[in-house]
């Protein structure tokens, strides 16, 4: 099976998504403990579940600098699209790459300790996405500040508000200069203020050209971004390209919908 | 090699595991190091009295038995629900999942180690003749994390998908405590289940313990042998069942 021309990897791709299908496992019954799957052996019922199949044979590229926009209904794949680009999930068939500093920024979080502070945990994801301490350091403030969460660097992830934890989250995941910057959901719990300055800073990072996967369901915001977009319904690709084309597509199929 | 290249992260997750561990109780640090000497002193009162036993070398051994047994158990406790207790760092970014479970044991093996500096210390103020086999310790102590972390990642992957393991894992630990020769000398084996009985890494390590600090000598070549030959065996099947279940963690847990 071949691709859309658009498939082909040149020195400009940032990411790599090639006939990616992913399958979840729903148990049939709750086997959850070693005394039920023995017993479950034992009754003849080996390992019973229902796959259900989240993305199927997905294919596309995203180029250095570029912001693409992925939308769709709720549960049709896009947050998975984006575990899968992170490599958070593993896909059944197919395979995903990409090229250079990934920071996810997944259904409002991005990793993070409960048991550790504010601070514990920016040396952290510091880490995980390999920068130096030292260079954590230089970033230390900007984060802080830009999360207006100054106060809080020594109070526990698990004792911050959702909004404030998301708040960190973004600023964490902008601010240490990433590559490719995945982005679900950014403005579903950030206050006008906030979501402001999000906005803002988004603007910043597409001048650096940074690599930007935008999911949302703020259509406004993807026409805004983004220059190609991906429609998504029911784990398929629906349609692939110029943004207020795709857009147009959504609204109709949501229309026919009703 | 992931070791290397993300060894910041290892070591921050280190540091916090042990921050954590000694945060939660009160007198933290100095309770930990004091509860082993505490294990001792009544195991040392009661099994003394079982088997006739009253020298202060039965003390000594009970001791290095403890300790060896405590990092094994806190090491594989630690590390099984080292990928189920960080949902929110396994579903929201990569890195390899292995360093959770790595960097749980490094940290039940510093606090072992400031057990053995304890145990180290009392050997002296006692008068115990120590011998240039000490040098073997930094070995020993480095095959058996090796058999400790290999356990952790078998256990911790397949506790992301049976939830009941810990029950099951901790009536294990129960019977391997008397499995191993902890709180009774080894004499006390039946002759003819002697090489059976043998045959349990652990017990060969508490062997090879008790031979370069307590006994001053040199173990016998087979027997560290035989503890890395399991070390490398045990290495490789955990770190085979772990790649195998490591591809839906992100979902499970
Ligand atoms: N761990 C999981 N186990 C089983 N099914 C899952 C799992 N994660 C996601 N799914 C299923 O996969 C489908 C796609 O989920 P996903 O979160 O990608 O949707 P989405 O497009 O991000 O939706 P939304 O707009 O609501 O965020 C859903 O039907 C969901 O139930
Ligand atoms: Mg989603």
Known sequence: ?258 | MWIFEYRDLIQVLTISNLKIKYQSSVLGFAWSLINPLFMMIILYIVFSGIFKISEKQFALYILIGIVTWRFFTSATNLGMISIVSQPGLVKKIFFPREILVFSSVLSCLISSLLEFAVLFCILIILQVSISSSILLFPIIILIFFGIAYAFSLGLSSLFVYYRDLNQIWDVLLQAGFFLCPIVYPITVIPEKYLDIYMLNPLTVIMEIFRDILLNGIFPPLWDVVYVSLWGLFLLIFGHYLFSRLKIRFAEEV
Not at chain 1, 19 to 44: A, D, M, N, W
Not at chain 1, 64 to 79: D, R, Y
Not at chain 1, 81 to 107: C, H, Q, V
Not at chain 1, 227 to 243: E, H, M
């Open chain 1, 1 to 258: 099976m071949t691709g859309p021309s658009d498939d082909k990897e040149t020195p400009q791709t940032a990411i790599v998504v090639d006939h990616v299908s992913k399958k979840f496992r729903i148990p049939l019954e709750k086997k959850y403990t070693v005394y039920q799957h023995l017993f479950g052996i034992f009754k003849g019922g080996y390992y019973s579940y229902n796959e259900f199949l989240a993305l199927d044979d997905i294919s596309f590229t995203v180029n250095h600098g570029e912001s693409f926009g992925i939308i769709g209904p709720n549960g049709s794949g896009k947050s998975t699209l984006l575990k899968l680009i992170a490599g958070i999930l593993y896909p059944d068939k197919g395979y995903t790459r990409a090229y250079g500093r990934i920071a996810p920024f997944i259904e409002l979080g991005v990793g993070f300790h409960p048991e550790l502070t504010a601070r514990e945990n920016i040396f952290l994801y510091g880490s995980i996405l390999g920068l130096k301490k030292n260079q954590i350091r230089e970033k230390y403030d900007e984060i802080l500040s830009f999360s207006e969460l100054k106060k809080f660097e020594n109070m526990k992830i698990k004792n911050f508000s959702s909004g404030m934890t998301a708040r960190l989250a973004f600023a964490t995941a902008i601010q240490t200069d990433p590559d490719i910057l995945l982005i679900d959901e950014m403005l579903a719990v950030g206050d006008e203020e906030f979501n402001y300055k999000v906005v803002e800073k988004i603007n910043e990072m597409k001048e650096r050209e940074v690599t930007i996967v935008f999911v949302s369901h703020a259509l406004r915001l993807v026409q805004q971004y983004c220059s190609r977009t991906l429609l998504l319904s029911k784990g398929k690709i629906i349609q692939i390209g110029d943004t207020s084309q795709v857009i147009e597509k959504y609204l109709q199929i949501t229309r026919e919908h009703q």
